[in-house]
């Protein structure tokens, strides 16, 4: 009788490089040739993409799986007709290394599968311990868990398979139950293979008002399940138990990959589940504590659905970026196919720190002001509640300290330190604490301690409105964190010494609290779902009804923004649908009621600018199906699905064509008033409405839009057709024109979308008038023309005209101003036409301009203060050394510094330094504005040259001059006294005159006043031609004397006179 012991099934992992094509022959099998009837076998291995070629000679057969990056399974059956040991075949596999195109695949571990003993027609087949058979076995030969085969399944694959708890767990809802349905349901189950036990638990009532019961159930198997076979079994109980419903999910089909450790406090970790079958949807959930949220793309969730393989045909991963406390927790994975849910867990315990330290101390402030060589305080630190237990140490200016206290809560943890502050002035004293958890990283807080110090200005101790202001120094700011009833955060109060600044509350209501939280998380990806979405704009509805914007409700109105905001943000991931639009229009509207009076400019035009993007954001990515619009108080929304667009909200119209897409509009009253309106540089008049427009699912290369402004203004102004420049925070033209504007209507025509609006503005409202350029032009190139002549005549007669001390301070001076008036007005020149400069561009030519004139005017006042002191001091003369080093720091020294500290402040405070439209420097509105870092300079020296002009003329009355040896001297005082007359009016006036067109755009003369100023602006040069070459005698009389070739050395022409002098050599 010839006996047969085969197939043997053995599972060996080998490692193999996947960078190249491998062609791997299973060698090892060849060794055992002389007993077994086997070729090589073959198979090809690729990088992310696998096949198995088999070459059979008997029966062999080889399948594998991916395990893990470079880590393979083989299946190898094993037939023979001659008695052969399976440990011998495990053993020969073991001894044996392949070697494969230039690289070695090591087998790390062989396995027995399973063993048929073949007698005959008879066939006995067993898996081996800890392995079951197959479900493809089990359903089509009856073979199931770990019986003994009768049938000849050796040419099954996989024949078996390795022992996996799996967890069946339902719920059966029902209007009746009893026990046939139990034994209903605990039948079905017994066709599943391997399977353990069947319970099943209730009914039981969710509410006496309802009739439904639930019945649970939980099945226990030991291999995985087919999910086609379960989904037959529900569809039978189905019909069968005829439920209201039948929810079933399982547990240990998914395989989790997670992290094995602790992961550090704000690291990257990422979560992967994967299943081998093909499944409809799939998504993640984190259970903290007792609250369980669903896992959304976001600002800190990251899911990648796209790393599925061949073997693992449905994959979901998971990043977290950045991982603090609150991400710690249960996460469990699903994965849905029909009305079957695949689930799998894992835990992420990460290495806590405190998510927020708050610190304080107790008096807020120290009084030193009685020279005590040290004042005790207690600092505490509060941090949430955990069961962490951190290392601890306290610090006071560097120095730690070992001595901690702490009270503990169910909520909070609060450590005390009780530092004596030094009240030597030396360094500002500062506390800090740091928390070191289990991997040792560390996070640190520190305190800085205010101060008083004797003889230091300081406001005094205040009450106002209950709460106590203590004594504090000057330049320091004073947090009370205690709100009223209803109201969590702090309230913060400015001492500038002695006097203090109004209180700014930051104490926001405690729903509103709550619902911030809410949209933080949801921002992150936390419970980002449309129903939460949802809650949280009808909690802002209801909170933003009690918010009027001023006292403390601009707190409530400044959080409410805040969530906006977040929510705004969120939409760019999460889809958020159309039925939260009734709630978030009547929110936002509800904003707007009040005049948020109750912060400064700048913070409410941050305010402001933050809600009009938020507001478009949300309205651009919230999905639309069936809604037409939403109208509210200060809201108009409407939607147009069609190709040719004509609607109207709040009275503008709206025209647009498209070919595809949703346009969406939204019009927005009681805003305008809240936002930064300066535009080209002035404060012009504005209309109330503001209209937002949006398109989406639009594919069209090009838009126009077509917007009709109701206009309201009987008085003529200029319109301006703007858009709200949300990099910039101001308005712009740039893309819009004016189509049509008369009193009762202006029509804009734009090439893009976003919010527009139509400012009002007197005169030209930035438009060239022709007359004025024509006078700038001509008087630019004459002004120019006249300091060249102005310039080379200075240089001729110089040696002629610098022969005194005065006249040689009086000429450096007037050289100077005319030196620096010539580049100022190049500069003009070259900025004339700001569209075709690039912005750098701009910024230099704004530079120079500010700096030559201010140079210019510094030269100026040089010259009037040598006039004051020459006539005033007699006796006591301007060396030529002294003059020339102090006019060297006012002239050349003080413009450079003013320029580069306006620019830098404005670089600091995030305010605009030039207009790119005019390449100039801006003005806001009076004291706001680069442009003041020039008029306020040109202001001072402009009365300061009028107070010289009335010193020296009341001297000059009061004074006679007895020494006639002195005329040379006398005479050039009178031209001094000439050149002053002249060019300060000139100078002065110009400047005066182009302030009040500033400040004066709505007064009927604006036109004149603009008139005025550039004409005397730009022939500026020619006056001083006139005043400083042609008026004056001796350079008359030098430069006839170079043009005639005539030597007329005669002094008695000479009639100038002046004080005693000192000439230095």
Not at 146 to 172: E, H, M, R, W
Not at 303 to 314: E, G, R, V, W
Not at 964 to 970: I, L, M
Request: charged share 15%; hydrophobic share 40%; with cysteine.
């Amino acid at each position: 009788m010839s006996l047969q012991i085969g197939p043997v099934f053995l599972y060996a992992s080998m490692c193999c490089t996947l960078d190249k094509l491998c062609t791997l022959c299973m060698f090892f099998i060849e060794y055992l040739s002389s007993q077994l009837v086997i070729t090589c076998v073959f198979f090809q291995v690729m990088k992310m993409y696998s096949k198995v070629f088999i070459f059979l000679t008997g029966a062999v057969y080889i399948y594998y799986q991916v395990l893990a990056q470079d880590i393979y399974s083989a299946e190898i059956m094993v037939e023979s007709n001659v008695t052969l040991d399976a440990q011998t075949v495990l053993s020969a596999i073991n001894s044996t290394s392949l070697s494969l195109s230039k690289q070695t695949v090591q087998i790390i571990n062989t396995e027995l599968v399973a063993e048929c003993l073949i007698v005959g027609t008879d066939t006995n087949c067993n898996c081996s311990t800890n392995y079951l058979w197959s479900n493809e076995v089990c359903y089509n030969y009856s073979c199931c868990g770990d019986a003994t085969c009768k049938q000849n399944v050796s040419y099954i694959t996989p024949l078996c398979s390795p022992k996996v708890q799996v967890f069946i767990n339902g719920s059966v809802q029902t209007a009746a139950w009893d026990s046939t349905k139990t034994t209903t349901l605990q039948n079905q189950f017994q066709n599943l293979n391997a399977i353990q036990y069947v319970n099943v638990t209730g009914p039981r009532t969710i509410s006496t008002s309802s009739s439904l019961q639930y019945v649970d159930f939980q099945v226990a198997v030991s291999v995985r399940v087919l999910t086609s076979k379960l989904q037959d079994i529900v569809n039978n109980l189905t019909s069968l138990l005829t439920p209201t419903a039948i929810f079933v999910d399982t547990l240990g089909m998914v395989i989790v990959e997670a992290p094995g450790t602790q992961v550090c406090y704000l690291s990257t970790p990422q979560l992967a589940c994967k299943l081998e079958e093909a499944t409809d949807s799939a998504g993640w959930n984190l259970t903290t504590g007792n609250q369980r949220f669903e896992l959304n793309d976001g600002s800190v969730v990251q899911l990648n659905k796209i790393c599925s393989t061949n073997t693992f045909q449905s994959c979901i991963g998971v990043t977290l970026n950045k991982v603090t406390g609150t991400w710690e927790g249960t996460y469990e994975c699903g994965f849905t196919i029909g009305s079957i849910r695949h689930i799998g867990r894992t835990y992420l315990s990460v290495a806590l720190l405190p998510d927020t330290i708050t610190l304080s101390s107790m008096p807020l402030t120290v009084d030193c002001s009685e020279n005590q060589e040290s004042v005790s305080i207690t600092v505490s630190a509060i941090i949430p509640a955990s069961n962490t237990t951190y290392a601890i140490s306290w610090g006071y200016n560097g120095n730690v300290s070992p001595d901690v206290k702490m009270t503990t809560s169910s909520s909070y943890v609060n450590y005390t330190f009780n530092p004596a502050i030094l009240c030597k002035q030396t360094i500002e004293p500062y506390v800090n604490i740091s928390f070191k958890n289990v991997i040792g990283q560390i996070k640190s807080a520190q305190l800085n301690i205010p101060v008083i110090y004797a003889g230091k200005p300081f406001c005094k101790e205040e009450l106002l409105d209950k709460d106590t202001w203590p004594k504090t120094p000057a330049g320091d700011t004073v947090i009370i964190r205690t709100c009223p009833a209803g109201t969590v955060g702090y309230k913060s109060r400015p001492c500038n010494g002695p006097a203090w600044q109004a209180v700014f509350s930051s104490c926001v209501s405690e729903q509103l609290n709550k619902i911030s939280n809410a949209a933080e998380a949801f921002l992150k990806g936390l419970g980002a779902t449309t129903e939460v979405a949802k809650n949280i704009f009808e909690g802002l509805k209801n909170s933003s009804t009690l918010s009027s914007g001023s006292g403390e409700s601009i707190a409530d109105i400044s959080a409410s923004i805040g969530v906006l905001n977040m929510m705004a943000d969120a939409s760019n991931t999460t889809v958020l649908g159309e039925d939260i639009f009734p709630d978030f229009v009547s929110a936002a509207s509800n904003m707007l009621n009040g005049t948020w009076s109750g912060v400064n400019d700048t913070i409410r035009y941050k305010m402001s600018s933050n809600y009009l993007e938020s507001v478009e954001g949300l309205v651009k990515n919230i999905k639309v199906n069936q809604s037409d619009g939403i109208n509210s108080t200060n809201l108009d929304l409407t939607f147009c699905r069609s190709n040719d667009c004509d609607v109207s909200v709040f009275d503008i119209g709206v025209n647009m064509n498209k070919t595809n897409g949703i346009l969406k509009t939204v019009a927005v009253k009681n805003l305008m008033s809240k936002l930064n309106n300066s535009f080209n540089g002035i404060q012009p008049e504005r209309t109330d409405l503001i209209l937002s427009a949006t398109l989406d699912n639009n594919s069209d290369s090009t838009i126009q839009i077509r917007l009709d402004f109701p206009s309201g203004k009987t008085n003529p102004t200029q319109p301006h057709c703007v858009f709200w420049n949300t990099t910039r925070n101001q308005w712009s033209d740039e893309g819009c024109n004016i189509s049509i504007s008369d009193e009762n209507h202006t029509i804009c025509e734009c090439n893009h979308l976003t919010a527009f609006s139509v400012l009002m503005s007197k005169g030209d409202g930035g438009k060239q008038d022709p007359i004025l350029e024509l006078i700038s032009n001509i008087g630019l190139g004459v002004s120019i023309c006249s300091l060249v002549i102005f310039l080379i005549i200075e240089s001729l007669v110089w040696s002629a005209v610098v022969k005194t001390n005065l006249s040689h301070f009086r000429h450096t001076a007037i050289v100077n101003i005319a030196t620096f008036l010539l580049l100022a007005d190049c500069s003009f020149l070259a900025s004339s036409n700001p569209k075709t400069l690039t912005d750098s561009w701009c910024l230099v030519l704004t530079i120079c301009k500010h700096l030559f004139f201010l140079a210019m005017f510094c030269w100026m006042l040089c010259l009037s203060i040598m006039l004051v002191h020459q006539l005033i001091f007699v006796f006591s003369p301007l060396r030529k050394r002294v003059f020339m080093f102090l006019s060297s720091i006012l002239g050349y020294v003080c413009p450079i510094l003013m320029v580069g500290s306006s620019y830098v402040y404005c670089k600091y405070t995030n305010q605009d330094y030039y207009d790119s439209k005019t390449c100039w420097l801006v003005y806001v509105k009076l004291l706001v504005g680069s442009m003041h870092a020039f008029l306020l300079p040109v202001g001072t020296i402009v009365l300061a040259n009028l107070f010289s002009m009335i010193v020296v003329i009341v001297t000059l009355m009061k004074t006679s001059v007895p020494d006639s040896s002195k005329a040379d001297d006398k005479e050039t005082a009178k031209g001094i006294l000439k050149v002053v007359i002249v060019l300060t009016p000139v100078f002065g006036v110009t400047w005066i005159v182009g302030f009040m067109q500033l400040i004066m755009s709505d007064s009927p003369i604006y036109n004149v006043i603009t008139y005025i100023f550039t004409i005397l602006n730009t022939f500026q040069g020619f006056f001083i031609l006139i005043t400083g070459c042609f008026a004056e005698q001796k350079v008359r009389e030098e430069l006839f004397k170079l043009i005639t070739g005539k030597s007329k050395g005669n002094d008695s022409t000479k009639k100038f006179t002046s004080t005693t002098y000192t000439k230095d050599h």
